[in-house]
């Protein structure tokens, strides 16, 4: 089997930690880092060591050429990844950009127009798509078990202080477009990328950040016939109890990024109960609530790997073979475009003030 070149530009917590971490590992069957772009010379030096043989640049244009490229990895900051993706783009590499997917929807689709006239393919690497607590959740929704799924939360919070380029609105970081395009990608993809999509309602605000941007985020989504999706990103929770649940009209589930408690009925199992529109009593005659106890089922269990080891690897396999194969990508970049749509509309909704 034929491994593909790849260019990492960027060797940081993503280029380094996740994407060079990865594509090192036993677990990756598909790809072998040929180059490296880092505009740091300490990391530069570092990565020189960590990938032996790999080519190491300076600036990506350096790639510009070279043939035996088969992929370039874009994990450069945030608001850099419209300009460079759409140069690599246009000088015809297949490319693998980082989260969020582009500042904003316009930028998100002129990136997949102008891969589609260089006829190349370009994909955005949100890795929760393939994590295993994300697949189980898409399926238990699609699979009735829940009955009709009414509420979906989902919860990526913690009780923690930033003060990195993240928390900088110049160079595109908050919860929303840093950690939101996971969360919000969960929320589209168990909403099925509905084209009626509505934020129903949004708050942005800055809390414990030492930056401009948002860390608290609070955004209400739902589309015709749908689930309300209450998606929370929020720097102020310090008992982080779930990641995902789901409410039905059989049951809820909730699950960490590890593991899952669900309890549920069975349709039909518990006796109906009629309306009864009298004053309620009990067999003293006295009075009384409704009170039953209803044959309820419970499950729970551990996943096996998070979205940062079987997602990656399953993102990765994912896009081998629809460079290899032509096989369309199981998350399109146009359903990735719609959360940066939603997150565009959410930051309209909620200006806040530029400080640096
Ligand atoms: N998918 C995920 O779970 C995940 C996790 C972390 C970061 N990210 C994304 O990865 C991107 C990078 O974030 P990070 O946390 O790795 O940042 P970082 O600060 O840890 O590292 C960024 C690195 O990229 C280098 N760099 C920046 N621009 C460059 C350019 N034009 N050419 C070459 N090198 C360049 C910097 O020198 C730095 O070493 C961001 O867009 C972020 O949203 C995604």
């Known amino acids: 089997m034929k491994r593909l070149q790849v260019a990492i530009i960027g060797q940081g917590r993503s280029g380094r930690d996740i994407h060079g971490a990865f594509l090192k590992s036993e ?3 598909y790809f072998q880092v040929a180059a490296v772009v880092e505009t740091d010379e300490a990391r530069r030096r570092r990565a020189a060591a960590e990938y032996p043989g790999a080519r190491c640049y300076g600036d990506y244009r350096e790639l510009f050429g070279q043939t035996d490229i088969d992929l370039v990895v874009n994990a450069s900051y945030s608001e850099m990844h419209y300009a460079i993706t759409k140069d690599l783009l246009e000088h015809h590499f297949h490319v693998l950009v980082e989260k969020p997917f582009a500042r904003n929807y316009y930028e998100c689709c ?3 127009n102008t891969a589609s006239r260089n006829g190349v393919r370009l994909a955005v690497f949100q890795q929760t798509f393939f994590a295993p607590y994300y697949l189980a959740a898409k399926e238990l929704c699609e699979s009735g078990k829940l009955g009709e799924i009414r509420q979906v939360s989902i ?5 923690a202080r930033r003060w990195d380029w993240q928390t900088l609105q110049k160079k595109l970081g908050g919860s929303v477009y840093n950690t939101g395009p996971h969360p919000l990608g969960i929320a589209l993809g168990l909403l099925g990328f509905d084209d009626n999509l509505q934020v129903v309602f949004s708050k942005l605000d800055r809390v414990l950040t030492s930056g401009d941007a948002e860390d608290y985020a609070k955004i209400l989504l739902t589309a015709p016939g749908k689930p309300v999706v209450d998606v929370e990103i ?4 310090a008992f982080h109890e779930y990641a995902i649940k ?5 049951g809820t589930y ?3 990024y590890q593991k899952y408690q669900m309890k549920y009925i069975l349709a039909g199992e518990n006796p109906e109960q009629p309306v009864i529109e009298e004053s309620l009593e009990d067999e003293n005659g006295l009075p009384a609530y409704c009170s039953e106890k209803l044959n309820l089922h419970e499950e729970e269990g551990t996943y096996d790997g998070t979205a940062f080891d079987a997602g990656t690897r399953g993102l990765y396999e994912d896009l081998y073979l629809a460079l290899t194969e032509g096989k369309p990508l199981t998350v399109t970049c146009e359903d990735v ?3 940066v749509r939603v997150i565009e509309y959410v930051h309209a909704q909620n200006p806040l003030d530029v400080k640096y």
């Open 254 to 256: 909730r699950s960490t």
């Open 110 to 112: 002129d990136l997949i």
């Open 337 to 339: 475009a719609k959360i």
């Open 234 to 237: 929020n720097s102020t929770d």
């Open 27 to 29: 677990a990756n069957l």
């Open 155 to 159: 919860r990526f919070n913690n009780f």
């Open 246 to 250: 789901l409410q039905g009209s059989l």
